[in-house]
Protein backbone atom coordinates (compact mmCIF):
# COMPACT_ATOMS: atom_id res chain seq x y z
CA UNK A 1 0.00 0.00 0.00
CA UNK A 2 2.78 2.95 0.97
CA UNK A 3 4.49 1.71 -2.26
CA UNK A 4 1.69 2.55 -4.06
CA UNK A 5 1.02 5.78 -2.06
CA UNK A 6 4.63 6.47 -2.87
CA UNK A 7 4.44 5.86 -6.64
CA UNK A 8 1.00 7.26 -6.97
CA UNK A 9 2.18 10.83 -5.30
CA UNK A 10 5.26 10.54 -7.67
CA UNK A 11 3.22 10.07 -10.60
CA UNK A 12 0.48 13.21 -9.63
CA UNK A 13 3.47 15.12 -9.29
CA UNK A 14 5.09 13.87 -12.95
CA UNK A 15 1.33 15.03 -14.05
CA UNK A 16 1.40 18.46 -12.37
CA UNK A 17 5.04 19.21 -13.79
CA UNK A 18 4.38 17.52 -16.99
CA UNK A 19 4.48 20.78 -18.73
CA UNK A 20 7.83 22.12 -17.33
CA UNK A 21 10.17 19.07 -17.63
CA UNK A 22 9.75 19.25 -21.10
CA UNK A 23 11.13 23.04 -21.33
CA UNK A 24 13.71 22.92 -18.53
CA UNK A 25 16.41 21.97 -20.19
CA UNK A 26 19.59 21.04 -18.33
CA UNK A 27 21.35 23.95 -16.76
CA UNK A 28 25.23 23.76 -15.92
CA UNK A 29 27.25 25.79 -13.30
CA UNK A 30 28.38 28.47 -15.63
CA UNK A 31 24.84 28.15 -18.15
CA UNK A 32 22.18 28.75 -15.23
CA UNK A 33 18.32 29.03 -15.91
CA UNK A 34 15.65 29.23 -13.41
CA UNK A 35 12.84 27.65 -13.66
CA UNK A 36 10.11 30.34 -12.88
CA UNK A 37 6.48 29.41 -12.22
CA UNK A 38 4.32 32.57 -13.28
CA UNK A 39 0.59 33.16 -14.77
CA UNK A 40 0.93 33.16 -18.87
CA UNK A 41 -1.38 34.98 -20.87
CA UNK A 42 -0.79 38.62 -21.78
CA UNK A 43 0.84 38.93 -18.28
CA UNK A 44 3.69 36.54 -19.15
CA UNK A 45 4.35 38.67 -22.38
CA UNK A 46 4.75 41.89 -20.01
CA UNK A 47 7.17 39.97 -17.53
CA UNK A 48 9.27 39.16 -20.74
CA UNK A 49 9.40 42.11 -22.40
CA UNK A 50 10.20 44.24 -18.83
CA UNK A 51 11.90 41.89 -16.67
CA UNK A 52 13.30 38.28 -17.97
CA UNK A 53 14.57 39.25 -21.17
CA UNK A 54 16.43 42.47 -20.05
CA UNK A 55 17.74 40.06 -16.62
CA UNK A 56 18.95 37.65 -18.89
CA UNK A 57 21.09 40.28 -20.96
CA UNK A 58 22.26 41.45 -17.79
CA UNK A 59 23.20 38.75 -16.05
CA UNK A 60 23.70 35.45 -18.32
CA UNK A 61 21.28 33.86 -16.41
CA UNK A 62 18.16 32.39 -18.43
CA UNK A 63 14.67 32.53 -17.32
CA UNK A 64 12.05 29.76 -18.24
CA UNK A 65 8.95 31.10 -17.42
CA UNK A 66 5.97 29.01 -16.78
CA UNK A 67 1.93 29.42 -17.30
CA UNK A 68 0.28 27.92 -13.98
CA UNK A 69 -2.41 28.01 -12.33
CA UNK A 70 -3.17 26.42 -8.74
CA UNK A 71 0.44 26.83 -7.79
CA UNK A 72 -0.57 25.53 -4.02
CA UNK A 73 -1.48 22.37 -5.33
CA UNK A 74 1.35 21.49 -7.63
CA UNK A 75 3.54 22.65 -5.00
CA UNK A 76 2.37 20.02 -2.78
CA UNK A 77 2.70 17.38 -5.30
CA UNK A 78 6.10 18.39 -5.96
CA UNK A 79 6.91 18.15 -2.54
CA UNK A 80 5.23 15.39 -1.83
CA UNK A 81 7.75 14.01 -5.01
CA UNK A 82 10.68 15.29 -3.64
CA UNK A 83 11.79 16.72 -6.73
CA UNK A 84 10.61 20.30 -6.89
CA UNK A 85 10.76 21.40 -10.48
CA UNK A 86 9.97 25.31 -10.01
CA UNK A 87 13.53 27.82 -8.75
CA UNK A 88 10.57 30.40 -8.27
CA UNK A 89 7.18 30.97 -8.22
CA UNK A 90 4.47 33.81 -8.10
CA UNK A 91 1.91 32.87 -5.74
CA UNK A 92 -1.35 34.33 -4.68
CA UNK A 93 -2.04 35.76 -0.92
CA UNK A 94 -3.69 32.60 -0.06
CA UNK A 95 -1.13 30.15 -1.83
CA UNK A 96 1.67 31.74 -0.25
CA UNK A 97 0.30 31.45 2.92
CA UNK A 98 -0.66 27.54 2.21
CA UNK A 99 2.96 27.46 0.97
CA UNK A 100 4.62 29.29 3.89
CA UNK A 101 2.92 27.68 6.43
CA UNK A 102 3.81 23.95 4.68
CA UNK A 103 7.58 25.35 4.29
CA UNK A 104 7.74 24.75 1.13
CA UNK A 105 9.82 28.09 1.04
CA UNK A 106 13.43 28.90 0.72
CA UNK A 107 13.89 31.99 3.50
CA UNK A 108 14.31 34.95 1.82
CA UNK A 109 18.47 36.78 2.19
CA UNK A 110 17.31 40.23 2.34
CA UNK A 111 20.32 41.96 2.38
CA UNK A 112 21.13 39.88 -1.43
CA UNK A 113 17.61 40.86 -2.64
CA UNK A 114 17.15 44.57 -1.36
CA UNK A 115 21.27 45.47 0.04
CA UNK A 116 19.63 49.58 -0.77
CA UNK A 117 16.74 49.14 1.46
CA UNK A 118 14.41 50.01 -1.34
CA UNK A 119 11.03 48.03 -0.03
CA UNK A 120 9.01 48.78 2.79
CA UNK A 121 8.42 46.29 5.89
CA UNK A 122 4.90 45.33 4.15
CA UNK A 123 6.66 44.15 0.99
CA UNK A 124 9.26 42.10 3.03
CA UNK A 125 8.34 38.30 4.40
CA UNK A 126 10.89 36.32 5.94
CA UNK A 127 10.41 33.73 2.78
CA UNK A 128 9.09 35.88 0.27
CA UNK A 129 8.85 39.26 -1.63
CA UNK A 130 5.54 40.70 -2.84
CA UNK A 131 5.81 41.60 -6.44
CA UNK A 132 2.48 43.03 -7.32
CA UNK A 133 -0.88 44.02 -5.27
CA UNK A 134 -4.36 44.69 -5.84
CA UNK A 135 -7.69 45.13 -4.71
CA UNK A 136 -11.23 44.09 -4.25
CA UNK A 137 -12.99 46.47 -4.78
CA UNK A 138 -16.72 47.73 -4.59
CA UNK A 139 -17.55 49.26 -8.66
CA UNK A 140 -20.51 51.38 -9.07
CA UNK A 141 -22.34 51.54 -12.41
CA UNK A 142 -22.58 55.67 -11.75
CA UNK A 143 -25.38 55.90 -14.53
CA UNK A 144 -27.53 53.66 -12.54
CA UNK A 145 -27.60 55.66 -9.76
CA UNK A 146 -30.23 56.93 -8.09
CA UNK A 147 -30.55 61.10 -8.85
CA UNK A 148 -28.21 62.96 -6.99
CA UNK A 149 -26.46 60.60 -5.22
CA UNK A 150 -22.75 58.64 -4.73
CA UNK A 151 -22.23 55.52 -3.42
CA UNK A 152 -19.07 55.69 -0.88
CA UNK A 153 -18.71 52.76 1.31
CA UNK A 154 -20.21 48.90 1.95
CA UNK A 155 -22.61 50.64 4.17
CA UNK A 156 -24.10 52.11 0.77
CA UNK A 157 -23.92 48.99 -0.38
CA UNK A 158 -25.96 47.53 1.77
CA UNK A 159 -28.57 50.17 1.94
CA UNK A 160 -30.98 48.92 -0.77
CA UNK A 161 -33.78 51.50 0.22
CA UNK A 162 -31.92 54.30 -1.02
CA UNK A 163 -29.34 52.62 -3.50
CA UNK A 164 -32.14 50.19 -5.54
CA UNK A 165 -31.23 47.57 -8.09
CA UNK A 166 -29.12 44.04 -8.45
CA UNK A 167 -26.03 43.52 -7.21
CA UNK A 168 -23.04 40.89 -6.90
CA UNK A 169 -20.69 39.35 -4.47
CA UNK A 170 -18.01 37.02 -5.34
CA UNK A 171 -18.74 33.53 -4.15
CA UNK A 172 -15.83 33.18 -1.48
CA UNK A 173 -15.94 33.97 2.07
CA UNK A 174 -13.16 35.91 2.43
CA UNK A 175 -13.52 39.98 1.11
CA UNK A 176 -17.26 39.40 1.83
CA UNK A 177 -17.20 39.07 5.76
CA UNK A 178 -14.53 41.55 6.25
CA UNK A 179 -17.03 43.66 3.96
CA UNK A 180 -19.77 42.78 5.79
CA UNK A 181 -17.96 43.73 9.13
CA UNK A 182 -17.53 47.38 7.81
CA UNK A 183 -20.88 47.97 6.43
CA UNK A 184 -21.78 47.10 9.96
CA UNK A 185 -19.85 49.58 11.68
CA UNK A 186 -16.43 47.89 12.59
CA UNK A 187 -13.39 50.16 11.51
CA UNK A 188 -11.26 48.27 8.32
CA UNK A 189 -8.14 48.27 10.78
CA UNK A 190 -10.20 46.11 13.11
CA UNK A 191 -11.37 43.64 10.94
CA UNK A 192 -9.43 40.53 11.68
CA UNK A 193 -10.01 41.40 15.15
CA UNK A 194 -13.39 41.21 15.66
CA UNK A 195 -13.42 38.14 12.66
CA UNK A 196 -10.68 36.16 14.98
CA UNK A 197 -14.01 35.56 17.30
CA UNK A 198 -16.75 33.45 16.47
CA UNK A 199 -19.31 36.30 17.73
CA UNK A 200 -17.41 38.35 15.23
CA UNK A 201 -17.95 35.59 12.32
CA UNK A 202 -21.34 35.38 13.26
CA UNK A 203 -21.79 38.89 13.19
CA UNK A 204 -20.59 39.21 9.86
CA UNK A 205 -23.20 36.46 8.84
CA UNK A 206 -25.97 38.00 9.90
CA UNK A 207 -25.09 41.44 8.39
CA UNK A 208 -25.06 38.74 5.06
CA UNK A 209 -28.42 37.83 5.88
CA UNK A 210 -29.86 40.84 5.40
CA UNK A 211 -27.83 41.44 1.84
CA UNK A 212 -28.68 37.83 0.61
CA UNK A 213 -31.61 38.39 -1.44
CA UNK A 214 -30.45 41.29 -3.30
CA UNK A 215 -27.62 39.56 -4.67
CA UNK A 216 -28.41 38.23 -8.16
CA UNK A 217 -25.28 36.20 -8.59
CA UNK A 218 -22.07 35.28 -6.61
CA UNK A 219 -19.44 35.32 -9.06
CA UNK A 220 -16.54 33.00 -9.40
CA UNK A 221 -14.27 34.08 -12.11
CA UNK A 222 -12.59 38.28 -12.06
CA UNK A 223 -14.44 38.26 -15.95
CA UNK A 224 -17.93 38.08 -14.44
CA UNK A 225 -18.55 41.32 -12.28
CA UNK A 226 -17.02 43.42 -15.29
CA UNK A 227 -19.95 41.51 -18.30
CA UNK A 228 -22.21 42.14 -15.94
CA UNK A 229 -21.68 45.91 -14.71
CA UNK A 230 -21.69 46.38 -18.59
CA UNK A 231 -25.00 44.24 -19.14
CA UNK A 232 -26.66 45.88 -17.04
CA UNK A 233 -26.90 42.80 -14.74
CA UNK A 234 -25.75 44.13 -11.36
CA UNK A 235 -25.44 47.74 -10.80
CA UNK A 236 -23.61 47.49 -7.78
CA UNK A 237 -20.56 44.65 -7.59
CA UNK A 238 -17.21 43.45 -5.78
CA UNK A 239 -14.60 43.24 -8.32
CA UNK A 240 -11.11 43.40 -8.68
CA UNK A 241 -9.55 46.80 -9.31
CA UNK A 242 -7.41 46.73 -12.46
CA UNK A 243 -10.30 45.63 -14.78
CA UNK A 244 -12.98 47.76 -13.46
CA UNK A 245 -10.17 50.77 -14.81
CA UNK A 246 -9.95 48.66 -17.92
CA UNK A 247 -13.69 48.81 -18.39
CA UNK A 248 -13.82 52.50 -17.49
CA UNK A 249 -11.72 53.24 -19.99
CA UNK A 250 -13.72 51.70 -22.38
CA UNK A 251 -16.69 54.02 -21.68
CA UNK A 252 -18.70 52.01 -19.52
CA UNK A 253 -19.79 54.66 -16.98
CA UNK A 254 -18.18 52.38 -13.83
CA UNK A 255 -16.76 53.86 -11.12
CA UNK A 256 -14.63 52.29 -7.84
CA UNK A 257 -15.01 52.78 -4.12
CA UNK A 258 -11.76 52.63 -2.52
CA UNK A 259 -13.13 52.71 0.70
CA UNK A 260 -13.11 49.68 2.73
CA UNK A 261 -11.45 47.55 -0.09
CA UNK A 262 -9.57 44.50 0.51
CA UNK A 263 -6.02 45.71 -0.69
CA UNK A 264 -4.38 41.78 -1.74
CA UNK A 265 -0.58 41.16 -2.10
CA UNK A 266 0.96 38.64 -4.47
CA UNK A 267 4.20 37.39 -3.67
CA UNK A 268 7.53 35.88 -5.32
CA UNK A 269 9.17 33.33 -3.55
CA UNK A 270 11.98 30.78 -3.63
CA UNK A 271 11.00 27.12 -3.59
CA UNK A 272 12.97 24.57 -1.08
CA UNK A 273 15.23 22.58 -2.53
CA UNK A 274 16.11 24.75 -5.34
CA UNK A 275 20.05 24.54 -6.71
CA UNK A 276 19.26 28.17 -7.93
CA UNK A 277 19.20 30.12 -4.73
CA UNK A 278 22.13 33.03 -5.76
CA UNK A 279 20.15 33.26 -8.94
CA UNK A 280 16.62 33.43 -7.93
CA UNK A 281 17.60 36.20 -5.25
CA UNK A 282 19.10 37.85 -8.57
CA UNK A 283 16.26 37.76 -10.07
CA UNK A 284 13.35 38.67 -7.41
CA UNK A 285 15.81 41.68 -6.59
CA UNK A 286 16.02 42.47 -9.96
CA UNK A 287 11.84 42.28 -10.18
CA UNK A 288 11.22 44.22 -7.11
CA UNK A 289 13.58 46.77 -6.38
CA UNK A 290 13.81 48.99 -9.47
CA UNK A 291 11.54 52.17 -9.34
CA UNK A 292 11.75 52.82 -12.88
CA UNK A 293 10.93 49.36 -13.85
CA UNK A 294 8.25 49.11 -11.80
CA UNK A 295 6.64 52.18 -13.32
CA UNK A 296 7.31 50.73 -16.57
CA UNK A 297 5.00 47.42 -15.42
CA UNK A 298 2.24 49.57 -13.84
CA UNK A 299 1.90 51.41 -17.22
CA UNK A 300 0.87 48.57 -18.59
CA UNK A 301 -0.35 46.09 -15.70
CA UNK A 302 -2.75 48.12 -12.96
CA UNK A 303 -1.26 45.74 -10.32
CA UNK A 304 2.07 47.72 -8.48
CA UNK A 305 4.37 46.80 -6.08
CA UNK A 306 5.87 48.56 -2.99
CA UNK A 307 9.13 49.86 -4.49
CA UNK A 308 9.94 53.26 -2.96
CA UNK A 309 10.10 55.80 -5.31
CA UNK A 310 7.46 54.05 -7.79
CA UNK A 311 4.45 57.24 -7.78
CA UNK A 312 7.20 59.67 -8.38
CA UNK A 313 7.81 57.79 -11.58
CA UNK A 314 4.27 57.67 -12.74
CA UNK A 315 1.86 60.14 -13.96
CA UNK A 316 -0.23 61.69 -11.15
CA UNK A 317 -3.60 61.13 -13.13
CA UNK A 318 -2.05 57.21 -13.23
CA UNK A 319 -1.15 56.99 -9.55
CA UNK A 320 -4.24 57.58 -8.92
CA UNK A 321 -6.42 54.73 -10.31
CA UNK A 322 -3.51 52.35 -8.83
CA UNK A 323 -4.35 50.62 -5.27
CA UNK A 324 -1.24 51.05 -3.78
CA UNK A 325 -0.96 54.82 -4.06
CA UNK A 326 -0.83 56.33 -1.02
CA UNK A 327 -4.51 57.98 -0.92
CA UNK A 328 -6.22 54.29 -1.83
CA UNK A 329 -4.04 52.31 0.38
CA UNK A 330 -4.83 54.32 3.43
CA UNK A 331 -8.93 53.85 2.89
CA UNK A 332 -8.71 49.90 2.33
CA UNK A 333 -7.55 47.29 4.73
CA UNK A 334 -5.04 44.36 4.05
CA UNK A 335 -6.55 41.13 3.34
CA UNK A 336 -4.70 39.16 6.21
CA UNK A 337 -3.77 36.30 4.11
CA UNK A 338 -2.42 34.07 7.10
CA UNK A 339 -6.03 34.66 8.98
CA UNK A 340 -7.31 32.96 5.60
CA UNK A 341 -4.93 30.23 5.32
CA UNK A 342 -5.59 29.34 8.77
CA UNK A 343 -9.73 29.54 8.51
CA UNK A 344 -10.66 29.23 5.06
CA UNK A 345 -11.22 25.44 5.24
CA UNK A 346 -13.99 26.13 8.02
CA UNK A 347 -15.21 29.24 7.18
CA UNK A 348 -15.60 28.02 2.93
CA UNK A 349 -17.67 25.58 4.90
CA UNK A 350 -19.97 27.42 6.52
CA UNK A 351 -20.41 30.02 3.74
CA UNK A 352 -21.50 26.92 1.42
CA UNK A 353 -23.93 26.46 3.81
CA UNK A 354 -25.36 29.46 4.20
CA UNK A 355 -25.58 29.61 0.51
CA UNK A 356 -27.81 26.93 0.42
CA UNK A 357 -29.49 27.99 2.67
CA UNK B 1 -8.41 -18.41 -31.99
CA UNK B 2 -5.09 -17.08 -33.71
CA UNK B 3 -6.65 -14.68 -35.71
CA UNK B 4 -8.15 -13.54 -32.82
CA UNK B 5 -4.94 -12.95 -30.59
CA UNK B 6 -3.69 -11.06 -33.48
CA UNK B 7 -6.54 -8.35 -33.68
CA UNK B 8 -6.30 -8.08 -29.93
CA UNK B 9 -3.46 -6.44 -30.90
CA UNK B 10 -5.00 -3.57 -32.33
CA UNK B 11 -6.76 -2.67 -28.74
CA UNK B 12 -3.91 -2.35 -27.02
CA UNK B 13 -2.47 1.41 -27.72
CA UNK B 14 -6.33 2.10 -26.54
CA UNK B 15 -6.44 -0.10 -23.46
CA UNK B 16 -2.62 1.28 -22.65
CA UNK B 17 -4.23 4.78 -23.03
CA UNK B 18 -7.04 3.95 -20.66
CA UNK B 19 -4.89 2.45 -18.17
CA UNK B 20 -3.18 5.13 -17.80
CA UNK B 21 -4.89 8.09 -17.94
CA UNK B 22 -8.36 6.63 -16.70
CA UNK B 23 -7.93 3.31 -14.62
CA UNK B 24 -4.37 4.49 -12.45
CA UNK B 25 -5.93 8.27 -12.24
CA UNK B 26 -9.45 6.78 -10.59
CA UNK B 27 -7.07 4.04 -8.72
CA UNK B 28 -5.35 7.17 -7.14
CA UNK B 29 -8.54 8.95 -6.58
CA UNK B 30 -9.75 5.99 -4.65
CA UNK B 31 -6.58 6.21 -2.50
CA UNK B 32 -6.53 9.62 -1.69
CA UNK B 33 -10.39 9.54 -0.27
CA UNK B 34 -9.82 6.33 1.88
CA UNK B 35 -5.81 6.67 3.01
CA UNK B 36 -4.84 9.57 4.63
CA UNK B 37 -2.28 7.70 5.18
CA UNK B 38 -3.90 5.02 7.16
CA UNK B 39 -7.53 4.12 5.97
CA UNK B 40 -10.49 5.97 7.10
CA UNK B 41 -13.47 7.28 6.64
CA UNK B 42 -13.21 10.47 8.00
CA UNK B 43 -13.91 12.33 4.44
CA UNK B 44 -16.57 10.37 3.88
CA UNK B 45 -18.19 10.87 7.45
CA UNK B 46 -17.83 14.64 6.71
CA UNK B 47 -19.78 14.20 4.22
CA UNK B 48 -22.53 12.68 5.74
CA UNK B 49 -22.33 15.01 8.85
CA UNK B 50 -23.00 17.82 6.92
CA UNK B 51 -26.39 18.71 5.56
CA UNK B 52 -25.42 21.16 3.02
CA UNK B 53 -22.68 18.76 1.18
CA UNK B 54 -26.09 16.41 1.00
CA UNK B 55 -28.33 18.87 -0.77
CA UNK B 56 -25.41 19.83 -3.30
CA UNK B 57 -25.46 15.94 -4.11
CA UNK B 58 -29.12 15.54 -4.03
CA UNK B 59 -29.50 19.06 -6.24
CA UNK B 60 -26.79 17.03 -8.87
CA UNK B 61 -28.79 14.65 -9.06
CA UNK B 62 -32.05 16.58 -9.45
CA UNK B 63 -30.61 18.41 -12.01
CA UNK B 64 -29.09 15.55 -14.02
CA UNK B 65 -32.46 13.60 -14.37
CA UNK B 66 -34.83 16.67 -15.06
CA UNK B 67 -32.04 17.77 -17.82
CA UNK B 68 -31.80 14.10 -19.11
CA UNK B 69 -35.94 13.62 -19.14
CA UNK B 70 -35.82 17.05 -20.97
CA UNK B 71 -33.37 16.03 -23.26
CA UNK B 72 -35.14 12.64 -24.06
CA UNK B 73 -38.66 14.32 -24.69
CA UNK B 74 -37.07 16.88 -26.70
CA UNK B 75 -34.66 14.99 -28.57
CA UNK B 76 -36.59 11.75 -29.66
CA UNK B 77 -39.25 13.17 -31.60
CA UNK B 78 -36.75 15.58 -33.10
CA UNK B 79 -34.58 12.30 -34.20
CA UNK B 80 -37.93 10.66 -35.37
CA UNK B 81 -38.51 13.14 -37.20
CA UNK B 82 -35.23 13.15 -39.38
CA UNK B 83 -35.27 9.23 -39.50
CA UNK B 84 -38.78 10.02 -41.50
CA UNK B 85 -37.74 12.79 -43.88
CA UNK B 86 -36.18 11.32 -47.48
CA UNK B 87 -32.68 9.69 -47.15
CA UNK B 88 -31.09 12.81 -49.14
CA UNK B 89 -32.73 15.68 -46.84
CA UNK B 90 -31.07 13.40 -43.32
CA UNK B 91 -27.78 14.82 -43.76
CA UNK B 92 -28.80 18.26 -43.96
CA UNK B 93 -31.10 17.99 -40.69
CA UNK B 94 -28.49 16.36 -38.75
CA UNK B 95 -25.75 18.86 -39.94
CA UNK B 96 -28.06 21.08 -38.73
CA UNK B 97 -28.09 19.55 -34.96
CA UNK B 98 -24.65 18.75 -34.80
CA UNK B 99 -23.43 22.77 -35.41
CA UNK B 100 -23.51 23.90 -31.88
CA UNK B 101 -21.34 20.98 -30.76
CA UNK B 102 -18.61 22.93 -32.63
CA UNK B 103 -19.25 26.01 -30.26
CA UNK B 104 -17.54 25.67 -26.69
CA UNK B 105 -19.74 25.59 -23.94
CA UNK B 106 -18.41 28.42 -22.42
CA UNK B 107 -19.31 30.41 -25.28
CA UNK B 108 -23.01 28.98 -25.73
CA UNK B 109 -23.24 29.52 -21.70
CA UNK B 110 -22.15 33.27 -22.43
CA UNK B 111 -24.94 33.47 -25.13
CA UNK B 112 -27.36 32.48 -22.91
CA UNK B 113 -26.74 35.66 -20.29
CA UNK B 114 -26.70 37.96 -23.61
CA UNK B 115 -30.21 36.18 -24.12
CA UNK B 116 -31.77 35.76 -20.19
CA UNK B 117 -30.35 38.93 -19.03
CA UNK B 118 -32.39 42.06 -17.67
CA UNK B 119 -31.47 43.88 -20.70
CA UNK B 120 -31.77 40.85 -22.54
CA UNK B 121 -33.19 39.77 -25.74
CA UNK B 122 -36.22 37.73 -23.95
CA UNK B 123 -36.89 41.04 -21.59
CA UNK B 124 -36.22 42.90 -24.50
CA UNK B 125 -39.16 42.04 -25.98
CA UNK B 126 -41.58 41.44 -23.36
CA UNK B 127 -41.16 45.17 -22.49
CA UNK B 128 -41.22 45.80 -26.06
CA UNK B 129 -44.77 43.68 -26.06
CA UNK B 130 -45.68 45.51 -22.90
CA UNK B 131 -46.64 42.06 -21.09
CA UNK B 132 -44.07 43.53 -17.99
CA UNK B 133 -42.56 46.92 -17.48
CA UNK B 134 -39.74 45.60 -14.75
CA UNK B 135 -37.53 43.04 -16.16
CA UNK B 136 -38.08 39.89 -15.32
CA UNK B 137 -35.74 37.79 -13.29
CA UNK B 138 -34.98 34.68 -16.17
CA UNK B 139 -30.81 34.77 -15.33
CA UNK B 140 -29.08 33.27 -12.27
CA UNK B 141 -31.75 30.70 -11.34
CA UNK B 142 -32.50 27.05 -11.93
CA UNK B 143 -34.40 27.45 -14.58
CA UNK B 144 -31.73 29.03 -16.63
CA UNK B 145 -29.55 26.14 -15.60
CA UNK B 146 -31.95 23.41 -17.46
CA UNK B 147 -32.16 25.88 -20.14
CA UNK B 148 -28.83 26.26 -20.39
CA UNK B 149 -27.60 22.31 -20.34
CA UNK B 150 -30.62 21.26 -22.26
CA UNK B 151 -29.36 23.32 -25.27
CA UNK B 152 -26.12 22.29 -25.16
CA UNK B 153 -26.58 18.15 -24.15
CA UNK B 154 -29.56 17.97 -26.68
CA UNK B 155 -27.46 17.21 -29.68
CA UNK B 156 -25.78 14.41 -27.89
CA UNK B 157 -29.17 13.17 -27.52
CA UNK B 158 -30.61 13.28 -31.33
CA UNK B 159 -27.48 11.80 -32.53
CA UNK B 160 -27.65 9.15 -30.18
CA UNK B 161 -31.45 8.42 -30.78
CA UNK B 162 -31.02 8.90 -34.72
CA UNK B 163 -28.13 6.13 -34.99
CA UNK B 164 -30.32 3.75 -33.06
CA UNK B 165 -33.45 5.18 -35.34
CA UNK B 166 -31.96 4.16 -38.50
CA UNK B 167 -30.92 0.67 -37.56
CA UNK B 168 -34.87 0.15 -37.84
CA UNK B 169 -36.16 -1.31 -41.32
CA UNK B 170 -38.66 1.38 -41.92
CA UNK B 171 -40.45 -1.92 -44.26
CA UNK B 172 -41.34 -3.37 -40.26
CA UNK B 173 -43.51 -0.18 -39.82
CA UNK B 174 -45.42 -0.69 -43.40
CA UNK B 175 -45.90 -4.33 -42.75
CA UNK B 176 -47.59 -3.28 -39.71
CA UNK B 177 -49.66 -0.58 -41.18
CA UNK B 178 -50.25 -3.47 -44.22
CA UNK B 179 -51.39 -5.92 -41.19
CA UNK B 180 -53.43 -3.27 -40.00
CA UNK B 181 -52.31 -1.78 -37.10
CA UNK B 182 -53.15 2.05 -36.83
CA UNK B 183 -50.15 4.70 -37.75
CA UNK B 184 -50.18 5.14 -33.78
CA UNK B 185 -50.12 1.22 -33.42
CA UNK B 186 -47.31 0.86 -35.46
CA UNK B 187 -45.44 3.38 -33.85
CA UNK B 188 -46.15 2.29 -30.50
CA UNK B 189 -45.71 -1.56 -30.87
CA UNK B 190 -42.87 -1.58 -33.39
CA UNK B 191 -41.06 1.16 -33.88
CA UNK B 192 -41.00 2.65 -30.11
CA UNK B 193 -39.66 -1.14 -28.66
CA UNK B 194 -37.03 -1.11 -31.43
CA UNK B 195 -35.69 2.47 -30.75
CA UNK B 196 -35.95 1.75 -26.71
CA UNK B 197 -32.75 0.41 -26.52
CA UNK B 198 -31.11 4.44 -28.12
CA UNK B 199 -33.58 6.35 -26.20
CA UNK B 200 -32.36 4.70 -22.79
CA UNK B 201 -28.67 5.22 -24.01
CA UNK B 202 -28.75 8.68 -25.13
CA UNK B 203 -30.43 9.21 -21.88
CA UNK B 204 -28.11 7.58 -19.54
CA UNK B 205 -24.94 9.57 -21.39
CA UNK B 206 -27.16 12.63 -21.13
CA UNK B 207 -27.48 11.68 -17.50
CA UNK B 208 -23.40 10.85 -16.82
CA UNK B 209 -22.29 14.44 -18.74
CA UNK B 210 -24.66 16.31 -16.19
CA UNK B 211 -23.31 14.79 -12.93
CA UNK B 212 -19.71 16.27 -13.92
CA UNK B 213 -21.45 19.62 -15.01
CA UNK B 214 -19.14 22.95 -13.84
CA UNK B 215 -19.55 25.67 -15.66
CA UNK B 216 -23.16 26.36 -16.97
CA UNK B 217 -24.41 26.10 -13.11
CA UNK B 218 -21.92 28.25 -12.10
CA UNK B 219 -22.49 31.14 -14.51
CA UNK B 220 -25.99 31.32 -15.37
CA UNK B 221 -27.74 29.54 -11.71
CA UNK B 222 -28.31 30.84 -8.66
CA UNK B 223 -26.83 30.78 -5.66
CA UNK B 224 -28.62 27.15 -4.71
CA UNK B 225 -27.19 25.77 -8.08
CA UNK B 226 -24.42 24.13 -6.68
CA UNK B 227 -23.05 21.13 -8.14
CA UNK B 228 -20.77 17.84 -6.92
CA UNK B 229 -18.08 19.44 -9.43
CA UNK B 230 -18.02 22.90 -8.63
CA UNK B 231 -17.68 21.64 -4.75
CA UNK B 232 -15.00 19.12 -5.88
CA UNK B 233 -12.83 22.44 -7.93
CA UNK B 234 -13.62 24.16 -4.35
CA UNK B 235 -11.83 21.42 -2.12
CA UNK B 236 -9.11 20.78 -4.67
CA UNK B 237 -7.75 24.62 -4.60
CA UNK B 238 -8.29 24.45 -1.13
CA UNK B 239 -5.71 22.00 -1.39
CA UNK B 240 -8.17 19.69 0.90
CA UNK B 241 -7.32 16.89 -1.61
CA UNK B 242 -8.81 13.55 0.46
CA UNK B 243 -12.11 15.04 0.98
CA UNK B 244 -11.97 16.34 -2.91
CA UNK B 245 -11.60 12.86 -3.79
CA UNK B 246 -14.12 11.15 -1.42
CA UNK B 247 -16.87 13.78 -2.67
CA UNK B 248 -15.70 12.32 -6.12
CA UNK B 249 -15.55 8.65 -5.79
CA UNK B 250 -19.28 9.51 -3.94
CA UNK B 251 -20.01 11.24 -7.69
CA UNK B 252 -18.64 7.96 -9.43
CA UNK B 253 -20.61 5.49 -7.08
CA UNK B 254 -23.41 7.25 -7.99
CA UNK B 255 -23.44 7.56 -11.54
CA UNK B 256 -22.56 4.35 -11.84
CA UNK B 257 -25.50 3.22 -9.46
CA UNK B 258 -28.12 4.50 -11.34
CA UNK B 259 -26.34 3.19 -14.84
CA UNK B 260 -26.78 -0.23 -13.53
CA UNK B 261 -30.51 0.60 -12.35
CA UNK B 262 -31.65 2.35 -16.09
CA UNK B 263 -29.73 -1.15 -17.26
CA UNK B 264 -31.81 -3.16 -15.61
CA UNK B 265 -34.79 -1.56 -15.64
CA UNK B 266 -34.77 -1.27 -19.38
CA UNK B 267 -34.00 -5.20 -20.00
CA UNK B 268 -37.04 -5.47 -18.00
CA UNK B 269 -38.80 -3.08 -20.63
CA UNK B 270 -37.75 -3.56 -23.35
CA UNK B 271 -38.31 -7.77 -22.74
CA UNK B 272 -42.24 -6.51 -21.41
CA UNK B 273 -42.17 -5.15 -25.24
CA UNK B 274 -41.45 -7.50 -26.85
CA UNK B 275 -43.35 -10.47 -25.17
CA UNK B 276 -46.92 -7.99 -25.96
CA UNK B 277 -45.67 -8.32 -29.50
CA UNK B 278 -46.14 -12.50 -29.47
CA UNK B 279 -49.82 -13.76 -29.44
Partial sequence: MKHFKGKALVLAAALAAAPLTLTAGHASADDVTITVAGSGGGLAKVMKMLFEDPFTKETGIGVKALATTDRASALKAMMAAGKPTWDVSELSATEYAIASANGWLEPINWSKLDPKNTLPAVARADDAVVVASYSTILAVRTDKLPAGKRMTSWADFWDVKTFPGPRALQNQPYDNLEFALIADGVAPADVYTVLSTKDGVDRAFRKLDEIKPHIVSWWTAGAQPVQMLSDGEAFYTSAWNGRITKLATEGTPAAIVWNGGGLKLSYSAIIKGTKHGDAAHAYLSYLTTSPQRAAAFAKMVPYPGFVKGLYDELPAEMGRHLPSHPDNAAKQFATDAKFWAANLSELKERWEAWLLE | ?279
Fill in chain 2, 1 to 279: MPAADRHSILAAPGLLLLVTFFVVPVGIVFDQGLFDPAFTTAHFERFLARGAYMAVFLNTLRVSVVVAMACLLIGYPVAYFIVRQPPRRRPVLMFLVLVPLWMSILVRTYAWMVVLGREGIVNGLLMTLGITDQPVKLLFTTGAVYVGMVQILLPIMIVTCYSAMTEIDQNLLRAARILGARSGQAFARVFLPLSLEGAVTGTLIVFILSMGFFITPALIGGRRDMMMANLISSQVSQTNWGFAAALAIILLLATVAVLVAARLLTRRLVYAAAKTDTP
